[in-house]
C-alpha cells in the first residue's frame, strides 16, 4: 500500500514540477504521471541498485552526493521509455528535478509516514 501512496505522491509532484517549469519539463496528463511514476518506481527498484554497485568508489567519495547523478540518469530513463507524453529537457533539468523529489520524499517519509507508525 506505501508502494502505490509512494506512485501517487510522485505523480502529483510531477505535475506540480512541469506546472512549475513549464518551458523544460512537459507532461501531458494526469494519467502519463501515474505512468511515469509507475516506470521510475520499477526503475528503482530494477536497475537503481545495479548502478549504486556499479558506482559505489565515486558514490563513496563523494558521500553519497553521486546518488543525485543516478537518480537524474533514472529520470532521463523513465523520459526515454515513457515517450513524448513525458518530456525532461537535459540532464541539469533532470538533475534539478531528481534533488526537488528526494527533499519532497524526504520530508514526506519524516512527517507523514513517521506519524503513522507512531499511530499504528
Known amino acids: 500500500m506505501r508502494w502505490l501512496i509512494g506512485i501517487g505522491i510522485n ?3 510531477f505535475i506540480a514540477l512541469a506546472g512549475y517549469f513549464e ?4 507532461i501531458e496528463d494526469f494519467g502519463a504521471a501515474l505512468a511515469a511514476s509507475f516506470i521510475l518506481a520499477i526503475l528503482n527498484m530494477l536497475v537503481r541498485p545495479i548502478l ?5 568508489p565515486i558514490t ?3 558521500l553519497g552526493a553521486f546518488l543525485l547523478v543516478i537518480n537524474a540518469l533514472t529520470l532521463l530513463l523513465t523520459d526515454e521509455l515513457v515517450g513524448s507524453s513525458f518530456e525532461i529537457d537535459g540532464f541539469w533539468m533532470a538533475f534539478f528535478i531528481a534533488l526537488i523529489m528526494s527533499i519532497v520524499n524526504v520530508i514526506l ?3 507523514v509516514f513517521s506519524r ?5
Open 11 to 13: 505523480a502529483i509532484l
Open 23 to 26: 518551458n523544460s519539463f512537459y
Open 52 to 56: 549504486i554497485i556499479l558506482t559505489l
Open 60 to 62: 563513496f567519495v563523494t
Open 109 to 111: 517519509q519524516k512527517t
Open 116 to 120: 503513522k507508525k507512531e499511530n499504528d
